[in-house]
């Protein structure tokens, strides 16, 4: 792709992203018809709850829409996603489903704030990892929410926040490439592409991804991307550490329900992450 290539022209910009995906990716992916991949965002699940958009009715939806911004505007914020609830998955520690450890008679966090009937009909519909860890798409979780009175809006969820927590579904059409276009934020378009103008300081970019970048024609494309390959340490304060598929960048409960890593980014001390999957196959697909 020529340096000059120009970003006014859709099939310049799209084979700018082709090209530079392939980069990220370790070359280009192989064909698969039945394939459909998607874009999870792992929040920071201190100040999770109470949220006004967890509402029964807008698990069950499956309208995207962008969720309310907590943090302000700054490059590479997850807020300018839009998100379908129904498709994202909510993950309840082991021990808070269960009523033990810091839950129940004794606990210092006290009771749960649902009841054991509630736990029957979550188990009766959702997958369970080998640690115990209970995950429920919002398109199911949802109903049970409001058929037992269970209102995350509320202050008494607040307890909630680091014990249940939720991979937001980015809104894709299902391709490799539109996922990979939201997770390295250029779904947008050239005109909203970040560069290190936009940061408060320089920071490093990791050795291994400032060779290969090198190889993306587009200057500005390059220049963006560069920012989502910083060092580690530096992504603790600005832009995105690429982790690729070296491990799973948030919670690895999406094994358990059949997906697989794609690549990957953490940001901040690890606090956020976004990760690009294959998604299970659909039933009959093949």
């Not at 491990?247 to 358990?256: A, Q, S």
């Amino acid at each position: 792709m020529p340096e000059t290539a120009s970003t006014a022209d859709p099939g310049g910009w799209d084979a700018a992203l082709v090209s530079a995906f392939e980069i990220l990716l370790g070359g280009r992916p192989a064909v698969d018809p039945a394939a459909r991949y998607g874009v999870y965002h792992a929040p920071f699940e201190e100040f999770l709850f109470p949220n006004r958009w967890a509402t029964p009715d807008a698990m069950m939806s499956g309208e995207p829409r962008q969720l309310p911004n907590p943090d302000g505007e700054y490059p590479f914020s997850p807020w300018t996603w839009r998100f379908d609830l129904s498709e994202s998955l909510f993950h309840f520690d082991a021990e808070l489903v269960a009523g033990t450890g810091p839950w129940g008679t004794g606990g210092h966090k006290g009771p749960r704030p649902f009841d054991d009937a509630f736990v029957t009909d979550l188990r009766a519909v959702a997958s369970v990892d080998e640690d115990g860890h209970v995950l429920v798409p919002g398109a199911v979780l949802g109903p049970l929410l409001g058929r037992h009175g269970v209102d995350l809006t509320k202050e008494e969820s607040k307890k909630l926040n680091c014990w249940l927590g939720v991979l937001l579904r980015v809104a894709t059409d299902g391709t490799l490439t539109d996922a990979m276009r939201a997770a390295t934020f250029t779904e947008r378009g050239p005109e909203h592409l970040v560069s290190v103008n936009d940061m408060r300081h320089t920071p490093a970019v990791e050795e291994t991804w400032e060779e290969r970048l090198g190889a993306v024609g587009h200057a500005a494309l390059r220049d963006h991307l560069r920012m989502l390959c910083v060092t580690e340490n530096d992504a603790r304060s600005e832009g995105g550490f690429y982790v690729g598929t070296d491990y799973w960048p948030g919670p690895d409960v999406l094994e358990t329900v059949g997906c697989s890593l794609v690549a990957g980014w953490v940001f901040g001390e690890s606090e956020t992450s976004a990760a690009v999957v294959r998604l299970p196959d659909e039933p009959g697909a093949r």
